[in-house]
């Protein structure tokens, strides 16, 4: 099934620096998000990127979309403690059954230490 | 407040032994759906509802059952547990699909012994 797949599965930088987050995935999509989790709880929407847009961003967060290479990252600017967090990317498909659906990658681990 | 809640957050049981992990949101959101969450698989799909009556199963359906009777209710039947169902779970809703976010519930632990 269509899939993200998230790289680096773990990072671990101090605070002030940059973190920078991959996702790559199959198919054709609608757009792709990015989530975030605090642990075991439930995730949290961060950004949204549609599949006719290149770049996005949202505070100090960055997000680019690659459709050619089907593919995406998540730039986490200045980093903080805060956000020391699990980041999931989600992308939405269509489906054969001509409903769409989102599908989660597996996660990267960030770990921001101070 | 707009929220998703599920019930309960914590759960011990015995194989076989039938269950209901409950969904509610109050969002007028129409798509609902259930995720499992386990370590190195990340979230995977269990089913999915597009509006009332209408449901759909995801990537791993088997040993699940759903029913969308309300729009604001989805809840998930474990008709069997067994101990590979352990797992942390989460139901999320949207507006609609395709579209804007997904929100998520606080999840439910469930242990099957």
């Known amino acids: 099934s269509q899939q993200g797949e998230e790289d680096p599965q773990a990072l671990s930088i101090q605070e002030g620096e940059n973190a920078t987050m991959n996702c790559s995935y199959k198919?054709?999509?609608?757009?792709l998000q990015w989530y975030r989790q605090n642990s075991g709880r439930g995730l949290v929407h961060l950004i949204l990127?549609?599949?006719?847009?290149r770049e996005k961003h949202s505070g100090r967060l960055r997000v680019t979309l690659d459709t050619s290479k089907k593919s995406s990252s998540l730039l986490i600017t200045a980093s903080r403690a805060a956000d020391t967090a699990s980041y999931f990317c989600?992308?939405?498909?269509?489906?054969?059954?001509?409903?769409?659906?989102?599908?989660f990658g597996k996660g990267t681990m960030l770990l921001v230490s101070p | 407040e707009a929220q998703v809640t599920q019930n309960p957050r914590y759960l011990i049981t015995v194989t076989g032994k039938k269950l209901t992990v409950t969904c509610s949101q109050n969002?007028?959101?129409?798509?609902m759906s259930w995720y499992r969450q386990d370590p190195g698989l990340g979230l995977r799909q269990i089913y999915y509802?597009?509006?009332?009556?209408?449901?759909d199963k995801g990537d791993v359906p088997e040993g699940y059952k759903v029913s969308r009777k309300e729009k604001r209710n989805f809840p998930l039947i474990l008709e069997s547990p067994s101990p590979n169902q352990t797992s942390l779970y989460f139901c999320?809703?949207?507006?609609?699909?395709?579209?804007?976010?997904?929100?998520f519930g606080q999840g439910t632990r469930l242990t099957v012994v």
């Open positions: 999320a809703s949207s507006l609609r699909v395709p579209g804007p976010e997904a929100f």
């Open positions: 198919t054709s999509i609608n757009n």
């Open positions: 990127i549609r599949s006719n847009e």
């Open positions: 989600a992308t939405e498909a269509y489906m054969n059954s001509g409903y769409s659906t989102l599908t």
């Open positions: 969002m007028n959101h129409e798509y």
């Open positions: 509802s597009m509006n009332v009556e209408v449901t």
